[in-house]
């Protein structure tokens, strides 16, 4: 049962034994390592009881690596699907550097889970944006089965745990294009058989600036009964407010930063921040230059502020690359969380709100979906709606 | 009177030997019905009771004609634009019932699958979907349709597709582009059937040189008996001992009866002439074409006539490579005595009578169709420890 664990704490199935806990009251003089005692006499409190991993006084650096070893980062957006399809040959174990994404810089970057965007260019319909998205979902497996040892596709918070404890980063499936289920909520179960696990509202009619028709909350419904998240980045305002009020999963804002820092169109403005905390939504924030600023201390700043206006259970990373876009200085590839985590440190965030932002809080999220959907699939049968009868 | 006594008997036979060897019936447009009938309401067309006024298909009538597995057709028009959403909806469709009469139908991805239907005694339900349209020219939508579970894909339906020729449209490529003949292979490498009925016989006769897969006719009858485009040539049908695959016959009326060919020409022109889609099945357009009817009474085809078709079918493709496939719900009329999914055993005693043995009938209903459906999935497991998904194009490969 392993959806059931709490996967803050690591199984010590992996890695190497946790050293022995240092006794609870030792003394300076009987202590070997020297900053510690110090440490300990300055009454500071110790940030893991696992060994040197949150020692106080070691580099941010050092420290980020450490923190980031036990609560990897679980990245809400990446365009490789779109950027693979564009290359001849890639082969992501061994590294590649035409794309920003790849094994060896995951390892670094303690990326334990990634979610795979499928969007579209815009305008596609019909034949040409379902079409697209099946190839998409067939590259993405296709990848994940020719690089065994470092991907793995999970469809749920369980397996995204479990592919983490064997050492391998998951693949979540998502966000796709809402057009990409061409009004029809067959579709949306076809897709979602195939693994897609987030679905962005907008930009179709049933969730346009108007938001949510009739059928367009038959969509979310059936969103939670299957266990597919809800994507608001890029969402109207009354798309957002409604389907944060009707969905009864936690709702995602795959690439939202802070308006309120930084004017950008799918930024979130503090009310909608507060409105997402409330409802137990998740914010992830975009490391791109356009989204919250060209250096990591913007980023951080717009950390902050989300959590500050939302809480630290609502605030995640997206890290947006391979999708065209500029990133801030320091963080130009899947390998520069640590220059994040350790600006976070600095600014004094602590190690369980780290370990929220990387990685909890993106389980918590994906866990109350799988959970929603049994609960709901109990309760309800498929929905046979069609835009045509509600909408029309 | 012997005559009728006989054939009671050979009745009973037949329904005998199905229980211990069903049909594998190789088409069926239920799902399509459903959607054009009611718009997948399944309510409105609860197939688990009686629905003789709407459909061929429902449960209690295939359990009465001993059906023991059905290749759901996932069907969607050629004519018309996006195709591959609507296909989709057609697998969905499929997946709700299945889920929906969860007690009487079985999920069937393989030949084990099928098999394992058999022994509990519930419908294996697998998907088969009609025209190369359904993948609009792409690989990775075929290889979506094979994940969602479709093991079939006629490679035209009526019209061409931009990589084969129909037996039912002006030929353009010849038979099989090079695109074609690449998504023949990798078909080969999913282990997804090269379904040929509705394909011109120049296709068929590319995809038989190009397929290391047995292919199959999913519901097509012979030439040689009537002279109908979507009929098997016999030098195809002799191609058919080589290639391990299997042709199976169909029942329609205006393919395996000639006074039905002509007959139905004239009535398509009569649809046309109102309006409709020749193979509209809604009830405004079935109301035309029984108006038609009234004045032209329609040639009656019998069990008999599609006996015909299996007699001269196994003398030439012999009876390895033989079965079934009716067609139901994907045609307005069928034949007198095979009038819905309940008519399998008035075929089986008609050809018990012709002489058939149980072992020749066990291969007809149920063997070939498992075999063959295995050795696709054996051709895949080495295509795969050969060679990676293809990444071909259309324009790249025909461009």
Known sequence: MADLQDELHTTAEVGPLDPSAPPPLALPES?????????????????????????????????????????????GYSGLPWALRHLPWYDLELGESTIDTDVPRMRRGHVGALFWALHLPDGLTGDRAVGATLEQLDLVRTVA???PEGLRLAGTAGQVTDARNCGRVAIVLGPASAAAIDDSIGILRVLHSLGLRVLTLAGTSWA????????????????????????????????????????????????????????????LPDETLAELGAAGGLCLVPLTAEQTGPSVRDVADHLDHVRAIAGPECVGLSGT??????????????????????????RGWSEPDIGLLTWGNVQRVLRCADFTAKAAQQRREPSTARIAHLDG | MTREVTSVSSLEQARQLLREFPVVDGHNDLPWALREQVGYDLDARDIATAQHAHLHTDIPRLREGGVGAQYWSVYVRSDLPDAVPATLEQIDCVRQLIARYGDELRPALTAADMEAGRREGRIASLMGAEGGHSIANSLGTLRGLYD???????????????????????????????????????????????????????????????????????????????????????????????????????????????????????ADDNMRAHGFHALDTTPEAMKVHRAFEETN????????????????????????????????????????????????????????????????????????????????????????????PSNATLERLDG
């Open chain 2, 148 to 266: 969602l579970g479709v093991r079939y894909l006629t490679l035209t339906h009526n019209d061409n597709v931009a990589w084969a020729d129909s037996a039912t449209d002006e030929p353009v490529v010849g038979g099989l582009s090079a695109f074609g003949r690449e998504v023949v292979r990798e078909m080969n490498r999913l282990g997804m059937l090269v379904d040929l009925s509705h394909v011109a016989a120049t296709t068929m006769n590319h995809a038989l040189d190009t397929s290391v897969a047995p292919v199959i006719f999913s519901h097509s009858s012979s030439r040689a008996l009537c002279d109908h485009p979507r009929n098997i040539p016999d030098d195809v049908l002799e191609r058919l001992p080589g290639n391990g695959g299997m042709a199976m016959v169909t029942f329609v009326p205006k393919f395996v009866l000639q006074a039905a060919v002509d007959w139905t020409a004239a």
């Open chain 1, 31 to 75: 202590d070997g390592q020297s900053d510690d005692g110090i440490g300990s006499v300055l009454g500071l409190p110790p940030l893991s009881d696992a060994g040197g991993d949150g020692d106080p006084d070691a580099a941010p650096i050092d420290r980020a690596h450490a923190v980031l070893a036990e609560h990897p980062v679980a990245d």
């Open chain 1, 321 to 346: 690359y391979d999708s065209g876009i500029a990133h801030p200085q320091e963080l130009g590839d899947a390998s520069c969380y640590p220059n994040l985590i350790a600006e976070l440190l600095r």
């Open chain 2, 297 to 388: 009474p329609r040639p009656v085809a019998t069990a008999a006539t599609v006996a015909d078709h299996l007699d001269h079918m196994r003398e030439v493709a012999g009876i390895d490579h033989l079965g079934i496939g009716g067609d139901y719900d994907g045609t307005a009329f069928t034949p007198d005595g095979l009038s819905d999914v309940s008519g399998y055993p008035n075929l089986i005693a008609e050809l018990l009578d012709r002489g058939w043995s149980k072992p020749d009938l066990a291969k007809l209903t149920w063997e070939n169709a498992v075999r063959v459906l295995g050795a696709a999935e054996d051709v895949a497991r080495e295509e795969q420890g050969r060679r990676g």
């Open chain 1, 208 to 267: 346009s600036k108007a938001g949510l028709t009739r059928f367009g909350e038959e969509v979310v419904r059936e969103m939670n009964r299957l266990g597919v998240l809800a994507d608001l980045s890029g969402a109207s305002p009354a798309t957002t407010s409604r389907a944060v009020t009707i969905s009864k999963a936690p709702v995602l804002c795959t690439r939202s930063a802070a308006r309120a820092l930084r004017p950008h169109p799918a930024n």
């Open chain 1, 145 to 147: 089965r020719s690089h």
